[in-house]
T-cell receptor
Framework: EAEVAQSPRYKITEKSQAVAFWCDPI?????LYWYRQILGQGPELLVQ????????DSQLPKDRFSAERLKGVDSTLKIQPAELGDSAMYLC?????????????FGPGTRLTVL | KQEVTQIPAALSVPEGENLVLNCSFT??????LQWFRQDPGKGLTSLLL???SQREQTSGRLNASLDKSSGRSTLYIAASQPGDSATYLC???????????WGLGTSLAVNP
């Protein structure tokens, strides 16, 4: 069964360092999402791509976060510099897009700890 | 502004019980509603998606209903098992980009 792949699964870094997360969506899925989830809360959308274009990055802290999906397939989310408050689970999801049947499928996530 | 609420926040039941998890939303203008399962420290697993034109969806021991006019959905789990222990989240898709708006989840513990 097709799955969303993410790496690394766990990342420990010191504040002020740069970190990067990678996501490979389900083949053929046009829409890709990056979420941040703090323990005990629902996911918060950081950025949404339709193919290679950003369609929503209103909640992305653009002074330190960046995201790209250059060829409209896999995607990278970067944080530079990392801050203590960035410790969270970073989730990637993909969906076929383009209709009301827009089921999102999630990857296993990357657990980030900033020391 | 769309808001999603899940009740109860936590639930503990003995194995074998049938149970109902509730999700309510404030704006009926949704594309769909999705139920997810999340195990501790893990990603999200999609359980069921109900389109706005549908009333219910079933998968195995799970049945989800949607009453869009009243802004409510229920997830029914039949014959609960310890392996069902997890957090269950509901999310509605709404707005121009079909953004998911999330509840905080119900933490379920099924005791052997």
């Amino acid at each position: 069964e097709a799955e969303v792949a993410q790496s690394p699964r766990y990342k420990i870094t010191e504040k002020s360092q740069a970190v990067a997360f990678w996501c490979d969506p389900i083949s053929g899925h046009a829409t890709l999402y990056w979420y941040r989830q703090i323990l005990g809360q629902g996911p918060e959308l950081l950025v949404q791509f339709q193919d290679e274009s950003v369609v929503d990055d209103s909640q992305l802290p653009k002074d330190r976060f960046s995201a790209e999906r250059l060829k409209g397939v896999d995607s990278t989310l970067k944080i530079q510099p990392a801050e203590l408050g960035d410790s969270a689970m970073y989730l990637c999801a993909s969906s076929p897009g383009g209709s009301s049947y827009n089921e999102q499928f999630f990857g296993p996530g990357t657990r980030l700890t900033v020391l | 502004k769309q808001e999603v609420t899940q009740i109860p926040a936590a639930l503990s039941v003995p194995e074998g019980e049938n149970l109902v998890l509730n999700c309510s939303f404030t704006d009926s203008a949704i594309y769909n509603l999705q139920w997810f399962r999340q195990d501790p420290g893990k990603g999200l697993t999609s359980l069921l998606l109900i389109q706005s034109s549908q009333r219910e969806q079933t998968s195995g021991r799970l049945n989800a209903s949607l009453d869009k006019s009243s802004g409510r959905s229920t997830l029914y789990i039949a014959a609960s098992q310890p392996g069902d222990s997890a957090t269950y989240l509901c999310a509605v898709s709404a707005g121009n980009n079909r953004k998911l708006i999330w509840g905080l989840g119900t933490s379920l513990a099924v005791n052997p």
